[in-house]
């Protein structure tokens, strides 16, 4: 069983880094094929795919968010940490880890953590 445990502040200044880390337990990060998701959803509105980054280390991330937009991993801990930069208070959500795979066309998530809130305000 695969567990994901985001932690984080849970409050954080406009124009500052937003940094999480997602620990992963009961799977290794770098066990082929699977991609390592941060995905958040804001107040009132849907799920929003932040980025990746994948079993080979490799990252993608949300086009409309990619020049704000990072993620790393430390394998000997298991844990990878993303992060957004400049952040407004349109970036207030709860931000989740989750684990998942690809199909041909097709992407799926089988693994979430239970999410964390992020508040942007000064």
């Known amino acids: 069983q695969v567990q994901l445990q985001e932690s984080g502040p849970g409050l954080v200044k406009p124009s500052q880094t937003l940094s999480l880390t997602c620990t992963v337990s009961g799977g290794s990060i770098t066990a082929n094929f699977y991609y390592w998701s941060w995905i958040r959803q804001p107040p009132g509105k849907g799920l929003e795919w932040t980025g990746v980054?994948?079993?080979?280390?490799?990252?993608y991330y949300n086009p409309s968010l990619k020049s704000r937009t990072s993620i790393s991993r430390d394998t000997s801990k298991n844990q990878f940490t993303p992060q957004l930069s400049s952040v407004t208070p349109e970036d207030t959500a709860v931000y989740y880890c989750a684990r998942a795979w690809r199909s041909t066309n097709s992407w799926y998530i089988d693994y979430w953590g239970q999410g964390t809130q992020v508040t942007v305000s000064s």
């Open positions: 980054i994948a079993y080979s280390g490799s990252t």
